[in-house]
């Protein structure tokens, strides 16, 4: 079946600390790939996407993202984080035409 | 507001009764899909829509569960003989279909509550 693993279900940092929430999906092939970002109280909204060329993908708000192809993974970074970051951070696969699959989702709180 | 609406953002409901959900998507956009999220969950897919043909339903769905997209534009997912299971928040995203490059705009969601 195709899935998407986001192995930190809840991450806590302080203001300044590295950022780097892990993505694997389960499918062969091609493959597009998205982060999408909940702050609270707001809909989803994309933060970014890969789609192919540079596996290293930039973002809004500084985030960026790689892809390893031979990991199966799509980790979001961000090495300096702010308060304005927490959120709720899901990765989402797409193969070829067909839907968005998510990952469970992880919690991202900043403490200042 | 040109984004997604989503109609109600909330509804309470008693067991057993049928519910029906508007989505009002990004007008030029052609894809139209649904979503349930419950509390600690990413967003799980129901089912979607390429202009007025529903392309996939979920395998997890059941038959309660049905959606129409009968001119393309707006969307309506009925739940009938509600459970408490079902409550969640459903979502609704469009997007324009352009091979190789699709974002999904999300609405605010429906939450649904079934007592």
């Known amino acids: 079946a195709q899935s998407v693993s986001q192995h930190n279900h809840h991450v806590i940092l302080s203001e300044a600390a590295s950022l780097e929430l892990g993505c694997n999906y389960s499918?062969?092939?091609?493959?597009?790939l998205f982060w999408y970002v909940q702050y609270p109280g707001q809909h989803l909204q994309l933060l970014l996407k890969?789609?192919?060329?540079?596996?290293l993908v930039k973002g809004i708000k500084g985030f960026e993202a790689e892809f390893i192809k031979s990991k199966f993974s799509f980790n979001l970074r961000k090495p300096s984080v702010q308060w304005s970051d927490t959120a709720e951070y899901f990765c989402?696969?797409?193969?070829?035409?067909?839907?968005?699959?998510f990952g469970t989702g992880t919690r991202l709180q900043v403490f200042p | 507001d040109t984004g997604v609406s989503q109609d109600p953002r909330h509804k309470i409901t008693k067991r057993g009764q049928n519910v029906t959900f508007r989505c009002d998507p990004i007008s030029e956009h052609n894809r139209l899909y649904w979503y349930r999220q419950t509390l600690g969950q990413g967003p799980e897919f129901l089912t979607y829509f390429q202009n007025e043909a529903q392309l996939e339903k979920s395998r997890l769905l059941s038959d309660r569960f049905s959606a129409e997209r009968p001119k393309g534009s707006f969307s309506t997912l009925e739940i009938q003989r509600t459970e408490q299971g079902d409550s969640a928040m459903y979502l609704c995203a469009s997007s324009l279909d352009v091979q190789g490059n699709e974002k999904l705009f999300f609405g605010s969601g429906t939450q649904l509550s079934v007592l």
């Open positions: 499918y062969g092939g091609t493959v597009n």
């Open positions: 989402a696969v797409r193969r070829n035409t067909d839907k968005l699959i």
């Open positions: 890969y789609f192919s060329g540079d596996p």
